[in-house]
C-alpha cells in the first residue's frame, strides 16, 4: 500500500512519462546529428549530443536502421505538429509557411539517406511514405490555404506539388557542399507571391 499518498500507478506513469521525454530526447539528438553529419554518423556522436551512453541507443534501437525509422516517424510529426502551431503564433501565415518549410527542409535531408539504411526493406520504406503524405500534406495545405485566404500567395498552389518541388531541390545536397537548396526554397517561395502580394 502507498504510504506516500501517491495513488497507486502514478509512480508507473511517472516513470514512462520520464521513459517518453528521454526518448524524445534522444530522437532530437540523432535528428539534428543527421542533418549535420548523414544518417551514417557514430552512434557515440548521436549519445553525446543526447547526453547518454552508448548502450542506451541501442537498448531503445538495436539496429541503425531502427534508430533512422524512429527519426523519421519523429520528425514527421514534429512537422505535422508545427503546422498549426506556427499559424496560431504568427502574424502572418506566409511567415509560417516559411518557417514550416525550414524544418521541413530539414526533415528532408534525413530523409534522403532512409533508403540506404533500410537496405532491401521496399515495403517498409513505401509504407513510411505514405505515412508521410498522410501526415504532412494536410499541415501544408492548411498552411497554403490561410497565406491564400490572406492574400499572401496566389491561391491554387496544390501542397504535394508544393513538397515535391522542394524535395527535387533538396536533391545533390550531401554530393556537393556548394550548393545550398535554401536559397532556391527561398525564390520558389517568393514565386508564390501574387503580382499585388505585398
Do not use: W
Given at each position: 500500500?502507498?504510504?506516500?499518498?501517491?495513488?497507486?500507478?502514478?509512480?508507473?506513469?511517472?516513470?514512462?512519462?520520464?521513459?517518453?521525454?528521454?526518448?524524445?530526447?534522444?530522437?532530437?539528438?540523432?535528428?539534428?546529428?543527421?542533418?549535420?553529419?548523414?544518417?551514417?554518423?557514430?552512434?557515440?556522436?548521436?549519445?553525446?549530443?543526447?547526453?547518454?551512453?552508448?548502450?542506451?541507443i541501442y537498448r531503445h534501437f538495436p539496429t541503425r536502421a531502427d534508430l533512422v525509422v524512429a527519426v523519421y516517424r519523429h520528425q514527421v510529426e514534429a512537422c505535422a505538429e508545427a503546422g498549426p502551431?506556427?499559424?496560431?503564433?504568427?502574424?502572418?501565415?506566409?511567415?509560417?509557411l516559411r518557417q514550416w518549410v525550414d524544418l521541413f527542409v530539414d526533415f528532408l535531408v534525413t530523409k534522403h539517406g532512409l533508403a540506404n539504411a533500410l537496405q532491401s526493406d521496399g515495403s517498409g520504406f513505401d509504407a513510411l511514405h505514405a505515412y508521410f503524405l498522410d501526415r504532412l500534406v494536410p499541415a501544408c495545405t492548411q498552411l497554403l490555404d490561410a497565406a491564400a485566404d490572406a492574400g499572401e500567395i496566389r491561391p491554387g498552389t496544390q501542397?504535394?506539388?508544393?513538397?515535391?518541388?522542394?524535395?527535387?531541390?533538396?536533391?545533390?545536397?550531401?554530393?556537393?557542399?556548394?550548393?545550398?537548396?535554401?536559397?532556391?526554397?527561398?525564390?520558389?517561395?517568393?514565386?508564390?507571391r501574387?503580382?499585388?502580394?505585398?
Open positions: 500500500m502507498p504510504t506516500t499518498g501517491e495513488p497507486r500507478g502514478a509512480s508507473a506513469r511517472s516513470k514512462r512519462a520520464d521513459a517518453v521525454r528521454n526518448q524524445q530526447t534522444l530522437l532530437d539528438a540523432a535528428a539534428e546529428v543527421f542533418v549535420t553529419s548523414g544518417v551514417d554518423a557514430p552512434i557515440r556522436e548521436i549519445a553525446a549530443r543526447a547526453g547518454v551512453g552508448m548502450g542506451t502551431r506556427l499559424l496560431a503564433s504568427d502574424d502572418s501565415p506566409l511567415a509560417a501542397a504535394y506539388e508544393l513538397m515535391r518541388g522542394i524535395g527535387n531541390l533538396c536533391i545533390g545536397h550531401d554530393s556537393d557542399p556548394r550548393y545550398d537548396p535554401r536559397r532556391l526554397i527561398e525564390l520558389l517561395l517568393q514565386g508564390l501574387g503580382p499585388q502580394s505585398p
